[in-house]
């Protein structure tokens, strides 16, 4: 999918739109990815993606794959989604400007419309963080 393309699947608008591509998908699992420019919003002083866009990162890669998943069903507007909880996030490496992050998102439970899902991002394979979060996606 290409950059323009992903606009159809999540609501966020530059300058927080955090994922270029949603690259696959089925069921229960996506991956997206993002490659990290200057310009973000998140980059550090030190040139390196600080935590909070690695957190809002799989968290929109979350929304691609709902918004992904809405569009199969015929929706013609992305759904809306809330992070309702961050569990066991772990940063091991801040990626750099012009790092190609890759993250996987994998689908779990779904209660009462909040889902939880695990997803860990990596740049050229190696890890860079991974959490679990619940997301909220309003219907």
Not at 3 to 19: A, F, G, S, T
Not at 32 to 60: C, M, P, W
Not at 62 to 85: H, L
């Amino acid at each position: 999918m290409k950059n323009e393309d992903i606009k159809k699947l999540i609501p966020q608008r530059d300058p927080i739109l955090m994922v270029d591509k949603l690259l696959e998908a089925d069921s229960s699992k996506s991956l997206t990815s993002l490659t990290v420019r200057a310009d973000n919003y998140f980059i550090g002083e030190d040139g390196k993606l600080e935590e909070s866009g690695l957190i809002e990162h799989i968290a929109q890669s979350a929304s691609a794959f709902a918004g992904y998943m809405a569009v199969e069903k015929g929706a013609t507007e992305p759904p809306v989604g809330y992070i309702g909880e961050i569990r066991k996030f772990c940063c091991y490496h801040r990626p750099r400007v012009g790092d190609e992050l890759v993250t996987t998102i994998i689908i779990g439970a779904e209660v009462g419309g909040v889902t939880s899902i695990n997803g860990e991002s990596r740049v050229q394979g190696k890890l860079m963080a991974e959490t679990q979060m619940k997301i909220y996606i309003r219907p």
